[in-house]
C-alpha cells in the first residue's frame, strides 16, 4: 500500500498567519489526491480533490498544489473557523490511504 | 438532498461478528462507488473499504482484509459492511462515504463500533 507521510504533525497559528501543510506519497500518485478538514465530533469535509481543485463552496483561501509524490495545502489567511485537523488522501490505487492529520490550533 | 444513515454499530464481544449497513437516499446509488472509512477514537481517518457501482469489485485495507466483506444492494440502496473475528483495534466510528475525495464527496455521520469483553 502506498503510505502517505503529513507534516507537520500540529502546528500552532494565529488568525490571519499563512499555514502550509505537506504530504509526501511513497510513490508518485500523479495529482490523485485530496484534502480534508475534520472538526470534533464530525465527519471529514473535502476541500481539495484533484491536489489542487476546490471542491464547491470552500473558501478561496484554501489551496493545494504538487503533483508526483509531493503535494501541500495552504491556507492563505488563517480564520477562527480553520482550527481543525486535516488530513491528505491518494486516491491513486486502492487500498486508498490517509496521512496521518495535522492539528492547526490556535496560538 | 443526499443522505446516507449509518446503522448497526454497537459493542461486541472480541471475536464476534457485526453488520453495518448504510441507507442512501436523494442520488443514483447504483452510480456510485461507495466506502466505508473509520476512525478509532482520538485518532486519525483510516480507509477500511470500497465497492465498485455493480459490486463486482471490492477493495480491502490489510487490516481488514479477509475478516470484513462490503457489499451492496442497488435494489435497497444499501450499502453494507461484514465484520467477523473483531478485535479491540476495530473500535471506531465507521463512516459511509460516496465517492470518497470526488467533486461529489459525501461522507455519512457515522455509527460507533465497540469492541470489548
Known amino acids: 500500500a502506498i503510505q502517505m507521510t503529513q507534516s507537520p504533525s500540529s502546528l500552532s497559528a494565529s488568525v490571519g498567519d499563512r499555514v502550509t501543510i505537506t504530504c509526501r506519497a511513497s510513490?508518485?500518485?500523479?495529482?490523485?489526491l485530496g484534502w480534508f478538514q475534520q472538526k470534533p465530533g464530525k465527519a471529514p469535509k473535502l476541500l481539495i480533490y484533484?491536489?489542487?481543485s476546490l471542491q464547491s463552496g470552500v473558501p478561496s483561501r484554501f489551496s493545494g498544489s504538487g503533483s508526483g509524490t509531493d503535494f501541500t495545502l495552504t491556507i492563505s489567511s488563517l480564520q477562527p473557523e480553520d482550527f481543525a485537523t486535516y488530513y491528505c488522501?491518494?486516491?491513486?490505487?486502492?487500498?486508498?490511504?490517509f496521512g496521518g492529520g495535522t492539528k492547526v490550533e490556535i496560538k | 438532498e443526499v443522505q446516507l444513515v449509518e446503522s448497526g454499530g454497537g459493542l461486541v464481544q472480541p471475536g464476534g461478528s457485526l453488520r453495518l449497513s448504510c441507507s442512501a437516499s436523494?442520488?443514483?446509488?447504483?452510480?456510485?462507488?461507495m466506502h466505508w472509512v473509520r476512525q478509532a477514537p482520538g485518532k486519525g481517518l483510516e480507509y477500511v473499504s470500497a465497492?465498485?457501482?455493480?459490486?463486482?469489485?471490492?477493495y480491502y485495507a490489510d487490516s481488514v482484509k479477509g475478516r470484513f466483506t462490503i457489499s451492496r444492494d442497488n435494489s435497497k440502496n444499501t450499502l453494507y459492511l461484514q465484520m467477523s473475528s473483531l478485535r479491540g483495534e476495530d473500535t471506531a466510528v465507521y463512516y459511509c462515504?460516496?465517492?470518497?475525495?470526488?467533486?461529489?464527496?459525501?461522507w455519512g455521520q457515522g455509527t460507533m463500533v465497540t469492541v470489548s469483553s
Open positions: 462515504v460516496k465517492r470518497l475525495a470526488a467533486v461529489d464527496d459525501y
Open positions: 436523494g442520488f443514483t446509488f447504483s452510480s456510485d462507488p
Open positions: 465497492i465498485s457501482s455493480n459490486g463486482g469489485s471490492t
Open positions: 510513490q508518485g500518485i500523479r495529482t490523485d
Open positions: 484533484g491536489a489542487s
Open positions: 488522501l491518494q486516491d491513486y490505487n486502492y487500498p486508498l490511504t
